[in-house]
């Protein structure tokens, strides 16, 4: 079945430093991919996505390509902030199946 | 953005009791309601997908008699967890989607179960 790998946490990184988040898929077919974040309190939210090969999906700073040779889809932000401590979930959905396959989740943590 | 709200955020609860889940969807019609679990260090896992006025769809492995769940309108959905044990503590997470907008689902705030 389907299944998604996200490194686990928890990371901890300073001011301005760069982030990767890796995110690795198996899927039977060509899904679409997903990263979420939920922020202290609150519920998980889309941060980006890519439906297909190549793709690259940005957001607030953030940025993941759809890497189909490689079946990766890493989230990447080059100078991140206090508020972007968060927990940042990899998900996949196949086709126009509603159900989205989620990874184990990463914490993050900006000190100042 | 659209809000999906749950409730409550935190429940503890006596072994053989049952809690009772809430998931609004506060300002779309949610035509479809999923429910998550999540165990520590492990990946949120799909329980059930329910779509208003009709049965819930469960995930293998997943016991209806124990986890039930109601979706009578468009905007509220509950997860009843029935004869809770220690083993059902757990973090349960509702999501919403309006499949007629196209946009993806909504997520709620999440429920920490603890039973004793």
């Known amino acids: 079945g389907d299944s998604v790998t996200q490194m686990e946490g928890p990371v901890t990184l300073s001011e301005e430093a760069f982030l990767t988040i890796n995110c690795t898929y198996t899927?039977?077919?060509?899904?679409?991919l997903f990263w979420y974040v939920q922020y202290p309190g609150e519920g998980l939210q889309l941060l980006l996505k890519a439906t297909k090969a190549d793709d690259k999906g940005s957001n607030k700073g953030f940025e993941a390509t759809y890497r189909k040779e490689t079946t990766s889809f890493h989230l990447e932000k080059g100078s991140v902030q206090v508020s972007d401590s968060a927990v940042y979930f990899c998900a996949l959905r196949e086709g126009s199946d509603e159900k989205l396959t989620f990874g184990t989740g990463t914490r993050l943590t900006i000190i100042p | 953005g659209a809000v999906v709200s749950q409730h409550p955020s935190r429940v503890i609860c006596k072994s053989g009791t049952s809690v009772k889940i809430e998931c609004r969807s506060l300002?779309?019609?949610?035509?479809?309601m999923f429910w998550y679990r999540q165990f520590p260090k492990k990946s949120l896992m799909l329980m059930a997908t329910?779509?208003?006025?009709?049965?819930?769809?469960?995930e293998q492995g997943v016991e209806k008699d124990k986890f039930l769940i109601n979706h009578a309108s468009l905007t509220l959905s509950t997860l009843t967890v029935t004869s809770a044990h220690p083993e059902d503590s757990s973090f349960y997470i509702c999501?919403?989607?309006?499949?007629?907008?196209?946009?993806?689902?909504?997520f709620g705030q999440g429920t920490r179960l603890t039973v004793v």
């Open positions: 329910s779509n208003e006025g009709s049965k819930a769809t469960y």
């Open positions: 899927a039977t077919g060509y899904p679409s």
């Open positions: 999501s919403a989607r309006d499949a007629g907008s196209g946009t993806e689902a909504f």
């Open positions: 300002d779309f019609q949610a035509t479809t």
